[in-house]
Structures are given as structure tokens and as C-alpha cells.
């Protein structure tokens, strides 16, 4: 058993996998081996932060689709569990629809169990969308992927509402729609925002659904908990010399080609080699 745990180590097979099913045959040494994440297995990353309705979902998956890499959100994740009221999902229901923040070691695991799957069906970097919210996450976020770019998304928290309470999902397709039209003028501080809605096709206005948090209490109170966690976030991040803060004022027309140029000269960051570190900037639309 111990020459074929450490083939299985030394082959990448998801450790936690190891750990569950082999832990009771494994020596000490390979157990202890198994459970620590080894640097190499890191999965390369590109994060998405911002606060709730700013566009995450919309910006992230449409990224990841032109990097060719799976865009993994931390968000569907913990609704796909609590659709299938699995034991996890029924844990966090409560949680997520008062307006509360998951603790860390729910959202840790949910993660870490889809890396490990796509490890293991090849995958070699990937898209993390509305992970990290937490400094404490996001330090253990580094422990198991090698974080490459942290791209923050930003907008004022009263247009966030507006498109938090606009926000419709299909419950036949699964796409998400918008139904807000908001425009508001420039001031001496802020520029002009213009977002027209993105409507639904014909055949989907029947499945219109509305989360069961986006109402305006549990909205205002998730950008109250998003505001006191996101700073030290961001901070990490621009410590580490990967944070490229990037303000949307537009719709996904104007604004996509603009954040698709932003991030071209990090292009190299899901390639083989990820010795060039430390890039760093801010972009305004």
C-alpha cells in the first residue's frame, strides 16, 4: 500500500481522495504527505472580486470562456447544492438567504472537492468567480491554487441595488437576465452611468424567477457585510502585486471589449510557465 499511495501522490490523484478512502492503510508520513496541498499541484487561477451585483457572473464566465478555462462560481456551487438539498446545501439555505457570509470551512471544502475533480479530468488552471470574500479565505486560497490575477470589479452601491433587485434567472435554461434600466448622470465626482437592461428572450419570460435574496433588506445587508470583508481582501492581493482594480460605468457591449484589453497583457497567466509575477494596475472605463 505505501508504494502505490505514493505513485498515486506523485501522479497528482486529488488528495483528499487519498485521505478519505486509503488514511487507514497509509503510513504517517504519507498520510501527513496527503493532506498537505504540494506546491506543484497549485492550480493556476484568475479571480473575480466585487461586491454582489456588480457583474461578476456575467464579466467572469465570459472571460473564462475567451481563455478557454473552466469559469467556476463559488455562488453556483452553493445553489446547485441547495437545489438538490443535499445535507451541505440544507446547512447553508439559512445562511445564504439572511444576507450572511458562509463560514469558511463550508465554502473551503465545496471548492477545494471541484478542483480536485477537474485536477483529475485535467484541468489545467481555471476562473474563480465571487471567491475569495474573506482575508482568512483567501489565504487559504493560496494554499491549493496559485493566484495569478485578482481582477476587482467595482460600481456604487446604489446602482448595485438596483441591478441586485433587476436580477431574474430562467429556471428552464439557467441564464441570468436583468431587467433594471438605469441611468445616472455624471457628477463632479463620479462618472456617468449608463446600464440598459439585459432582457430575456421570448421563449424564456414564462421561467422568470427571482433569488430568494435579492430583496432590499438582505441586498442592503450583504453590501454592509461585503464592504467590512472587502478591504483586507483587496489588500492581500495588492500586497502580492495581482490586483487589477477595474470600475464598470457601462453595459456588457461597452464595457467586455474594454476588460478584455485590460487583461491582455496578462495574458501569459494560464500558460506552462508563471515565472513573471507582480503585475499590478487600475483601469477606469
Not at 20 to 49: C, D, T, V, Y
Not at 171 to 184: E, M, Y
Request: glycine share 8%; net charge neutral; with cysteine.
Amino acid at each position: 500500500m505505501r508504494s502505490a499511495a505514493k505513485k498515486l501522490l506523485e501522479a497528482g490523484t486529488p488528495a483528499r481522495w487519498l485521505v478519505r478512502e486509503a488514511a487507514p492503510k497509509l503510513e504517517p508520513a504519507l498520510l501527513r504527505q496527503a493532506r498537505q496541498p504540494a506546491a506543484h499541484s497549485r492550480q493556476p487561477a484568475i479571480i473575480f472580486l466585487g461586491p454582489p451585483g456588480v457583474g461578476k457572473g456575467t464579466y467572469s464566465s465570459r472571460v473564462a470562456s475567451s481563455l478557454s478555462v473552466p469559469h467556476i462560481s463559488a455562488g453556483d456551487l452553493v445553489r446547485m447544492e441547495i437545489n438538490q438539498k443535499s445535507e451541505y446545501g440544507m446547512r447553508v439555505a439559512q445562511i445564504v438567504n439572511a444576507g450572511n457570509l458562509l463560514p469558511d470551512s463550508l465554502i473551503l471544502e465545496l471548492l477545494q472537492n471541484r478542483l480536485a475533480e477537474g485536477a483529475a479530468r485535467g484541468e489545467q488552471g481555471v476562473l474563480l468567480d465571487g471567491f475569495p470574500r474573506t482575508r482568512a479565505q483567501a489565504e487559504a486560497l493560496t494554499h491549493f491554487t496559485d493566484v495569478q490575477l485578482a481582477v476587482n470589479l467595482s460600481l456604487q452601491d446604489k446602482v448595485l441595488v438596483s441591478k441586485c433587485l433587476g436580477r431574474r434567472i430562467c429556471r428552464k435554461c439557467g441564464k441570468n437576465f436583468n431587467v433594471a434600466d438605469i441611468l445616472l448622470p455624471a457628477t463632479a465626482e463620479n462618472p456617468e452611468i449608463v446600464l440598459p437592461p439585459l432582457l430575456p428572450p421570448q421563449q424564456c419570460e414564462q421561467y422568470m424567477e427571482t433569488r430568494t435574496d435579492d430583496n432590499i433588506d438582505t441586498i442592503n445587508r450583504r453590501l454592509q457585510v461585503y464592504h467590512q470583508e472587502a478591504a483586507p481582501v483587496e489588500q492581500f492581493f495588492r500586497d502580492r502585486g495581482v490586483l487589477l482594480d477595474f470600475e464598470i460605468t457601462g453595459g456588457i457591449p461597452e464595457t467586455l471589449p474594454r476588460l478584455i484589453e485590460a487583461l491582455r497583457p496578462h495574458g501569459h497567466l494560464l500558460e506552462d510557465d508563471h515565472s513573471q509575477t507582480g503585475r499590478q494596475g487600475t483601469c477606469s472605463l
